[in-house]
């Protein structure tokens, strides 16, 4: 089979809906989201063992490509066209909307099928702005034939304008001035810069800004680019006589064209001025990138598949402004208009359940399409059945039992990778690891609770982020368990056996901790960690000390089965004895009576009673003694310090826990403010010195105290 480029990209109608929907949700440069055109996959590997048992929960990353899923579906490869169909889109240009012949030229040979595009611009979509209209088409362009936009707003925060600038050497260019147009119906904007070196050291100052700061490698390298752009033609003129210098320019779009670019290997100049005025090169770089589809789609190197998805991207190109009667609105403003609409004053983002719920639909979707589910499963997870009617077709009718069944299905070694690829298919990201099904997961699950609906969204972002918390259990995600069906008591025998026969985390443990961790957490008794919780240990390690304990085993089983009643679970000791929460806050020290005690009183006793190591008794002082003795009282700052430690490293690993947009983890995206990193890390390294010197005098007191031969 030989590899065309749209070999590379080729969704369902159902794919390019799901984007489309989800791309509602941010701006067009927002690396959270896909749209509607097509999504790119990759080569299918068979893997070595779809079924082996998951790696740790923090470090099981998933790739799409890894599961078996026949052949890629094959589409037809543009080619380069012939001089004479693109001089024909060019005379039409120039004969339909009175463009100049150096921007017909500049669109002309950037789009990848001109005898279509021919066809389009004899009834252009018409685009109301303020004061006018703005007539566009839709086309598929070379990459290589559109520059970034010169006057990138996003970039403007880096600028260096001529007034700040003392001394600076006439080497150092600053920024290009505004593009500005001619009154009235117009279809080229223009530029004014000193000379093409100028225009050169702009650029590049731009790619290296948006490499940096809006960075789209993962997701075009992997994709190609998903959105249109917004392509308009720009005519570079320069003060000091050189010819002036078209070309069409993304005005939005910028950070995705900038990465093609970089796949590419090509620069700046190379766009502007060199395949500009060397269209014989221009057509080799063509040729070259594309001739490579005609190779077996097994033979192409990563870097040629890369390079194919960055070679062509959807594009909407305006090919002209048309002013209302009356009004003084240039392109330049139009163009302003629409790019601000996008970026500073952006649609309303989809909430965090949205967001979800879409990622979710997908999956449900595939793991039907793939067989692993029945579409009445389907049904089932995606909370379409009532309890009566889930009961009637053979499924638990309990929300825990449920969830249990959705996470178990999602979370198992043989549907990862399906799950990994509908996630992939509406948010497209790279990579996707285990801890980005488990929102997913939850969110299913929570389907079944009807305090979803909730319009206290603090109170449901609260039981969202504890379910999810609880579901990085490596325990759970292992998936050493399945739901059984057995009753809460025949449950409970199971766990207590297991703990019986040292086996701590047993399949009956985890699924009794997954049924009753369910009514825990959906009740608020067990909640995410809060920073006036007695123990800031996360919640999934919370759940995991339950689990290996025979009371905390008894805790869960109690409250399954008064939340499959109705009822709301309850602090009980060892025996099974009701615990008086408010004897118990009084014996703490907290006052029953405030608010933190009445929000947050369950889950405090809990930590306490499971994850708060008690501090060391002092030596009772003799009767003269009335102070503690200084060797307890280091005894017990050591232990503090131990304590703060332990908080510091569950403090760094809930960063990490952070969800970003184009990558797993949003630290990864935007990093941490240097002085801010720098102050911390220094003062933590003076501390690591302190404790060094500790141990050093340690050893020294033990070799002077002890006798010699």
Not at 230 to 258: C, N, Y
Request: charged share 25%; proline share 6%.
């Amino acid at each position: 089979m030989s590899a065309n480029l749209m070999d590379l990209w080729r969704p369902t109608m159902q794919d390019a809906m799901n984007i489309a929907m989800d791309g509602v949700e941010t701006s067009s440069e927002s690396p959270i989201t896909a749209t509607v055109q097509e999504t790119v996959t990759a080569t299918v590997r068979t893997p070595a063992d779809a079924t082996a048992p998951a790696a740790e929960i923090g470090d099981d990353e998933i790739d799409v490509d890894d599961y078996k899923d026949g052949a890629v579906s094959t589409g037809e490869l543009p080619k380069v066209p012939k001089a004479a169909a693109t001089k024909r889109l060019a005379d039409a240009l120039m004969v339909q909307f009175g463009h100049s012949e150096g921007a017909a030229r500049a669109i002309a040979r950037a789009v990848t099928r001109p005898e279509d595009a021919r066809k389009r611009v004899q009834l252009p979509v018409e685009e109301r702005v303020p004061g006018g209209t703005v007539l566009t088409i839709s086309s598929w362009v070379w990459s290589p034939a559109v520059s970034t936009f010169p006057d990138n707003m996003r970039e403007a925060v880096r600028r260096k304008y001529p007034f700040a600038l003392v001394d600076e050497g006439s080497g150092d260019h600053t920024p290009l001035p505004p593009v500005h147009s001619d009154t009235g119906a117009t279809t080229e904007l223009t530029l004014a810069a000193a000379r093409r070196e100028a225009v050169v050291a702009s650029l590049n100052n731009s790619a290296t800004f948006l490499k940096n700061h809006n960075n789209y490698d993962n997701s075009v390298r992997t994709h190609g680019v998903l959105r249109e752009v917004l392509v308009v033609p720009v005519r570079f003129e320069h003060k000091d006589g050189s010819r002036p210098q078209w070309i069409l320019a993304a005005a939005d779009g910028s950070s995705r064209t900038a990465t093609t670019h970089r796949v590419l290997n090509i620069t700046p100049s190379d766009i502007v001025y060199g395949y500009n005025d060397d269209d014989h090169a221009f057509r080799t770089l063509l040729g070259r990138v594309a001739g490579a589809a005609a190779l077996p789609l097994e033979e192409l190197s990563e870097q040629q598949r890369q390079e194919l998805r960055s070679l062509v991207m959807p594009a909407k190109i305006i090919v002209g402004f048309r002013p209302d009667p009356g009004s003084t609105k240039t392109l330049a403003e139009a163009v302003r208009f629409i790019v601000g609409i996008t970026h500073v004053e952006p649609p309303t983002q989809w909430d965090t359940a949205s967001k979800l719920d879409a990622q979710a639909e997908a999956v449900l979707e595939d793991l039907f399409h793939r067989g692993r589910i029945s579409e009445e499963a389907a049904g089932y997870f995606a909370g379409l059945m009532s309890p009566s009617e889930a009961e009637q077709r053979l499924y638990s009718r309990y929300a825990d039992a449920r969830a249990a069944a959705i996470v178990s299905t999602l979370l198992a070694p043989k549907n990862r990778r399906v799950c990994s690829a509908a996630i992939r298919r509406v948010t497209a990201r790279a990579r996707i690891h285990v801890r980005d099904i488990v929102p997913v997961a939850a969110e299913l699950a929570l389907r079944g609770w009807p305090g979803r609906a909730d319009p206290s969204a603090t109170r449901v972002d609260g039981v969202r982020s504890a379910l999810q918390r609880m579901l990085l259990s490596s325990d759970i995600a292992r998936c050493d368990w399945s739901p059984t069906g057995r009753t809460p008591d025949v449950l409970l025998a199971a766990a207590l056996g297991e703990i019986n026969a040292q086996e701590t985390g047993g399949p009956a443990a985890v699924e009794l901790g997954m049924l009753g961790g369910w009514y825990l957490v959906v009740s608020g008794f067990m909640q995410r960690e809060l920073r006036d919780s007695p123990s800031k240990t996360a919640l999934n390690k919370v759940f995991d000390t339950l689990i290996r304990s025979e009371h905390g085993l008894r805790i869960l089983a109690d409250a399954l089965a008064r939340g499959r009643r109705g009822e709301r679970p309850r602090a009980i000791n060892e025996d099974g004895v009701p615990v008086d929460l408010h004897h118990y806050a009084e014996s703490v020290g907290l006052d029953p009576q405030r608010p933190y005690f009445a929000n947050h009183g369950e889950d405090d006793w809990l930590r306490r009673t499971f994850m708060v190591e008690p501090r060391p008794e002092p030596e009772k002082p003799l009767d003269e003694e009335r102070t503690v003795p200084p060797e307890t009282q280091l005894e017990g700052a050591k232990d503090a310090v131990g304590l703060v430690v332990s908080r510091l490293e569950d403090a760094l690993r809930a960063v990490t826990f952070i969800e970003g947009y184009a990558r797993p983890r949003l630290i990864d995206e935007v990093g941490w403010r240097t002085e801010e990193a720098e102050s911390l890390a220094g003062r933590l390294e003076e501390a690591a010195r302190t404790l060094h010197r500790y141990g050093w005098l340690f050893e020294e007191t033990r070799e002077v105290s002890e006798p010699t031969d």
